[in-house]
């Protein structure tokens, strides 16, 4: 286990390389000037010369390469060029944790939801109950996330006002009163996804021999469920929730807009618009090490599930 | 997609928003009321976006400066009611008889956020820092009208170049010497005086001090904050406006705490010189992108003011409303902006003016405007708005198809027949789309001309139209001043004049004289003259622009909202707002110029650049 873990690790670096360098020719490829970003007027020459040497535009691009890499592996996220020459850490580094925390807690709705709703309709498979848990899962799957973001704040926030209209909660007291809709919107999606892959994997391993061995040993239904079978159902969800997990902590563009919540979405949407590619390429940076890194940890997670896959990868190490 | 999610919202946002709410439109803010018929709680103002800097010298964003201008006070102020220059740290100023030199007198008792007190030589150093070319100031060319100040600014980028780059420079002729500062026209002559001595007698050079531009910062804070390598100045480090607590300014109000992206809170400062003409103890400022949301959030009553359009339907249905008397909040102006086509005059078919006459004289503007705008923009008939107090602008020549045919016959064009594909580029946007999508049929149906549509974003299309590679272009430009010049100079032949932004390859030697001579001109009625006459050029006789309308602008602010006037500048300083009781509007509002809603609202309103 260590030894594989020390290998995922340090396969962590050359991934992000290689993702730097692809990201690195895009931004680069892509046409537009990086220090004029949106501005309509340009302005005299004296200006947009210093400007580019701040930036590192007075360089050629193989150099700018290597500068920008050095400053990343030191940890420099770079300056901003279109927000007047913030630092991207300083910029970047509060919407993170802000997006991070609203992923979070849409996440564990999500895997919460999902969950109980995928085990209710597995056990009562072609009964009405999971004909009905397929109308959220429907709602939750076509409805794109602007549609169900503003009718949620439409309903729970105009109509009947019991949450938030939007913005950021000021203290721990307002959490649940501001984040609650943007979670649900957040999570909707992945509540239809988690019980969906929850239910098809649950009525496998129910007709698993292990499955019918605890039935015959007089094990009652719910200790059937939740002590045998939950364990090995719920490896397909442990898949899709190591990226879910990064892609829904990144933050997502339209419900931080409608929720006007200060996260990383609208950073990275903004950012590739103004062509302010130090921001673009230090957002792709983020979000790539947090893929990986939940990528290591579900496979991780694998094998505290499933012994099988630890004996294995134990024996595989031996070998 | 994009059109699809905006209508989404936009129908959704109608709907939340004007659908009766519970409580009804009256704000209700958390912070409760202080007494009766005193403000109950901060004005919020609602911003397009969040501000990108709050340093006077590199803003350049109208977000940026309503933000800034609540914390710095410059020589002069801009009256949003009137457009007059009236005192500000400058209690007043001699003009000299050939009007070419200004002596500001400061006030005495004008101090910095920290004490410190307010001198002319904090304006002489701040102007200078605007000169450095390390502070890479966008606006750096609206002081080019002070003596040396252009050649301050180039001499000093040429010496911090390489020295081989600087000897390319010399060989080909465009090495600036450098020049000490003490040589430039501004000079403080004593802590409380100030001298600026300009290149020619500019009407406008007030308009300019008012500017935040022009405003002072703190030495001893920006020269805290400076980042130097080997000695040399390479940035300021941005934490000396950030972080609230090191933020030392000299204006109204102190910023007391802002998270980026959710608000800016500021307080008013105690020992401010005009504190009891400042009414509202605390402001908000909430940077709110989506045009939905923040329509939703001022018609729920958590805003104050909104100094932008909702989106379109939205927009409309307001507009409808006030016109039936139904609300009073709706308010749209006409902008000293224009929304215009330019012409690559350096390419076929339009490098013979008399296609590009003909081809603006298929447009039928008044169908246009009626169709497609939508808070109340007028037809152009010129490339300066109306306006400018003693200029007026000609007119040029109007939608007349069988005129624009025979144009066209007579460029060697007859019927359209030989002409070349038209392209049309404009930026990504519904209504840039609309617009070009109406033209093209315009041009098609009166000149027989093959037209293609190209969309790009902002950045590509500035990219294709500065190389010249482009047919027509959309753009717009608003006036940084009001006067004609801030429109005229830009078409002076590139690269020299025109100040980067001419991208028509238009020349025109008469017109640069022209244009050089209003500048250095210092009777107004021939300077006038000497502007109309170039613009004449420019609309009647040239046009590498098609001039299409004039834009306009809409704000809601709720009726106890006082002291707060839309312009046709767009300049509306919030230092003199405060929300009052509902119904105390009437009191001390009248004469803010707020006309009725319906009466503006027939002036309509709507692309945006």
Request: hydrophobic fraction near 45%; charged fraction near 20%; charge should be neutral.
């Amino acid at each position: 286990m260590s030894t594989w873990l020390i290998r995922r690790l340090l396969a962590l670096p050359v991934v992000l390389l290689v993702i730097y360098t692809v990201s690195f020719l895009l931004v680069e490829a892509a046409p537009g000037d990086p220090v004029l970003g949106q501005r309509d007027r340009i302005p005299p020459r004296v200006v947009v010369d210093r400007l580019r040497y701040m930036y590192n535009y007075d360089m050629p691009m193989w150099q700018r390469y290597g500068v920008w890499l050095g400053q990343y592996v030191r940890g420099d996220l770079g300056t901003s060029t279109s927000y007047g020459h913030q630092p991207v850490a300083q910029l970047v580094g509060p919407a993170f944790v802000r997006s991070a925390a609203l992923g979070f807690m849409a996440l564990a709705l999500a895997v919460v939801v999902g969950t109980v709703v995928g085990i209710v309709a597995a056990t009562h498979q072609n009964q009405w109950i999971d004909q009905a848990s397929l109308v959220p899962v429907l709602l939750g799957i076509s409805l794109p996330s602007f549609v169900t973001a503003a009718v949620l704040q439409i309903l729970f926030a105009v109509v009947v006002p019991v949450f938030a209209l939007g913005g950021w909660p000021d203290g721990w007291g307002e959490v649940l009163y501001h984040l609650t809709l943007p979670a649900i919107a957040l999570a909707m999606p992945i509540v239809a996804y988690v019980s969906r892959l929850m239910r098809a994997s649950m009525i496998e391993t129910l007709r698993m021999d292990f499955v019918r061995t605890a039935r015959a040993k007089g094990a009652s239904p719910g200790r059937v469920v939740f002590k045998h079978a939950l364990r090995n159902a719920f490896l397909p969800v442990l898949s899709f929730l190591g990226p879910a997990a990064a892609a829904v902590m990144t933050g997502s563009f339209v419900v931080e807009q409608v929720f006007r919540l200060p996260g990383m979405g609208d950073f990275f949407v903004k950012a590739v618009l103004d062509r302010d590619r130090r921001m673009v390429l230090s957002i792709v940076l983020v979000y790539a090490a947090l893929l990986v890194t939940f990528n290591v940890v579900t496979d991780m997670m694998y094998g505290v599930l499933d012994p099988r896959i630890r004996v294995q990868e134990e024996k595989g190490a031996g070998s | 997609m994009g059109a699809v999610i905006r209508n989404t919202i936009a129908m959704l946002g109608l709907l939340a928003g004007l659908m009766p709410l519970p409580g009804g439109l009256v704000g209700c803010g958390r912070e409760g009321q202080v007494g009766e018929g005193q403000p109950v709680r901060p004005l919020r103002v609602l911003n397009q976006s969040e501000v990108q800097t709050l340093d006077p010298a590199r803003i350049s964003w109208q977000i940026d400066i309503r933000a800034a201008d609540l914390l710095f006070d410059g020589l002069t102020q801009t009256h949003p009611r009137t457009l007059e220059n009236i005192p500000c740290i400058a209690e007043r100023w001699d003009l000299s008889e050939d009007g070419k030199t200004y002596t500001f007198h400061l006030r005495r008792d004008a101090t910095w956020s920290n004490g410190d007190r307010v001198t002319a030589h904090d304006f002489a150093w701040s102007w200078q820092r605007v000169l450095d070319p390390e502070t890479a100031a966008d606006y750096v060319y609206l002081m080019y009208v002070i003596r040396n100040a252009q050649r301050y600014n180039e001499g000093r980028a040429c010496s911090l170049e390489p020295l081989p780059r600087q000897a390319e420079l010399k060989v080909k002729g465009k090495f600036v010497e450098a020049m000490p500062f003490d040589q430039v026209g501004i000079k403080a002559m004593d802590d409380y005086t100030l001298r600026v001595e300009l290149v020619a007698a500019l009407p406008y050079f007030l308009d300019l001090t008012s500017f935040i531009t022009f405003k002072p910062v703190h030495r001893p804070t920006i020269e805290k904050f400076t980042i130097r390598q080997d000695g040399r100045v390479v940035d300021v480090d941005t934490d000396w406006y950030l972080q609230p607590g090191n933020l030392v300014c000299n204006g109204p109000y102190v910023l007391e705490s802002w998270v980026q992206r959710q608000y800016m809170r500021y307080v008013k400062r105690a020992g401010y010189y005009d504190a009891e003409k400042i009414p509202s103890q605390r402001i908000e400022i909430l940077p709110i992108s989506d045009p939905s949301t923040a329509f939703k959030m001022y018609d729920q009553g958590e805003a104050d003011i909104m100094p932008f359009p909702p989106l379109r339907r939205v927009s409309e249905a307001l507009i409808r409303r006030a016109e039936q008397g139904r609300r009073d909040d709706v308010h749209v102006s006409l902008k000293f902006g224009t929304y215009f086509y330019r012409l690559n005059t350096q390419r076929k078919p339009f490098d013979d003016p008399r296609v590009r006459m003909a081809f603006s004289r298929a447009i039928d503007r008044e169908l246009l405007t009626r169709r497609l705008c939508w808070l109340g923009e007028k037809p152009a008939t010129s490339l300066v708005p109306p306006g400018v107090r003693g200029y007026e602008s000609p007119t040029m020549a109007g939608f007349d198809p069988e005129a624009a045919r025979k144009l066209l016959a007579e460029a060697g064009y007859p019927a359209g027949k030989g002409l070349p594909v038209v392209g049309i580029m404009f930026n990504k946007e519904a209504s840039h789309q609309a617009i070009a999508e109406s033209i093209k049929d315009m041009w098609s149906k009166y000149l027989g001309a093959t037209v293609e549509l190209l969309s790009l974003d902002r950045g590509s299309l500035r990219q294709k139209v500065q190389s010249l590679d482009y047919s027509a272009a959309r753009a717009g430009w608003y006036g940084d001043y009001l006067d004609p010049i801030t429109f005229l100079d830009m078409f002076m032949t590139a690269p020299e004049g025109g100040g980067g932004n001419n991208d028509t390859g238009f020349s025109n030697p008469e017109y640069d004289h022209l244009i050089t001579e209003a500048m250095r001109e210092s009777d107004a009625k021939r300077r006038n003259g000497l502007m109309r006459r170039a613009e004449e050029i420019l609309v009647v006789e040239q046009l590498p622009i098609i001039p299409l309308y004039y834009y306009a602008d809409m704000y809601l602010f709720r009726p106890e909202v006082k002291g707060f006037w839309p312009n046709q500048m767009g300049i509306n300083p919030l230092r003199w707002a405060e929300v009052g009781m509902a119904g105390d509007s009437k009191q001390g509002d009248k004469e803010a110029g707020r006309q009725g809603a319906a009466t503006q609202a027939k002036g309509t309103a709507g692309g945006r650049s």
